[in-house]
């Protein structure tokens, strides 16, 4: 039976493990890739003391699923007057698990948690894969927004 929960720093080893498997996966990386300390040291420190919320999905003691909700907050405004928003990243499900409901789980479970939080927006960048998904759960397509990069 898999079981799915909210993260805890308690759960820091699976959240990494999970964060990295995912990004071997999404970036076509080989396996023995081996990440910078920095990006290892940013994610850990994030995990643990990052505005976040991550969910885990277990067979056993086996990550095999993982979402993330990063949570920012904006000046108020009238159509968000908490000024919270929310983004969801890294929903994942490793390949022997998909086509189950795990994702569609692990992303229910963060939208309630950002609901509950006050946010009153949620956005994501969607995979071509993860579009229908997004899609059946609510989510509308927008343009991109303009983005300065510091070089």
Not at 4 to 22: H, N, P
Not at 32 to 40: A, K, P
Not at 106 to 121: F, P, R, S
Not at 135 to 145: N, Q
Request: charged fraction near 25%; charge should be negative; include cysteine.
């Amino acid at each position: 039976m898999i079981e799915f929960r909210i993260a805890t720093a308690g759960d820091i080893d699976l959240m990494m493990s999970s964060r990295l498997e995912m990004l071997h996966v999404v970036n076509d990386l080989s396996v023995d890739y081996e990440f910078s300390d920095e990006l290892i040291d940013y994610s850990r420190e994030y995990f643990l003391n990052g505005d976040q919320t991550t969910v885990l999905a277990l067979d056993g003691q086996t990550v095999i699923g993982c979402a993330s909700m990063s949570y920012m907050t904006i000046m108020p405004t009238f159509s968000h007057p908490t000024g919270k928003r929310a983004h969801l990243m890294n929903v994942y499900t490793n390949s022997n698990y998909r086509r189950q409901g795990i994702a569609r789980r692990m992303v229910t479970m963060l939208i309630d948690d950002a609901w509950g939080k006050g946010a009153t927006e949620i956005s994501l960048d969607a995979t071509e894969s993860g579009h229908p998904l997004y899609e059946s759960l609510g989510f509308k397509d927008s343009k991109e927004c303009m983005v300065l990069v510091r070089t």
